[in-house]
Nanobody, 126 residues
Framework: QVQLVESGGGLVQAGGSLRLSCAASGRTFSSITMAWFRQAPGKEREFVASISGYGGRTRYADFVKGRITISRDNAKNTVYLQMSSLKPEDTAVYYC???????????????????WGQGTQVTVSS
């Protein structure tokens, strides 16, 4: 497993942008498949995006529609989630997750990931 700490959440107006960061420690970061999930009040945690160990492959939820980009900097042991054109329905706690398994097809299920951060709140006002 890897230890994960998210940061960068906050309050933003609709149409604005935020960049979330997730710092990792404990294992060789490039061997970890990383992802972001989010959980809105009263809803289940849902997949947002995932990225392969060296960043060459990414996968996004359908609702992203070009507004969100996942990236990573292995030299800094950090994965990012750049969000733009934010909507009130993007309000949620955002979690980063890691998996030490290798995937030919990047995973999207919560059960595929064995390391989780504590989450960072993103609130989008209308």
């Amino acid at each position: 497993q890897v230890q994960l700490v998210e940061s960068g959440g906050g309050l933003v107006q609709a149409g604005g942008s935020l960049r979330l960061s997730c710092a990792a420690s404990g294992r060789t970061f490039s061997s970890i498949t990383m992802a972001w999930f989010r959980q809105a009040p009263g809803k289940e945690r849902e997949f947002v995006a995932s990225i392969s160990g060296y960043g060459g492959r990414t996968r996004y939820a359908d609702f992203v529609k070009g507004r969100i980009t996942i990236s990573r900097d292995n030299a800094k042991n950090t994965v990012y989630l750049q969000m733009s054109s934010l909507k009130p329905e993007d309000t949620a706690v955002y979690y980063c997750a890691g998996s030490s398994s290798f995937y030919t097809i990047l995973p999207t299920r919560r059960t595929d990931f064995d390391s989780w951060g504590q989450g960072t709140q993103v609130t989008v006002s209308s």
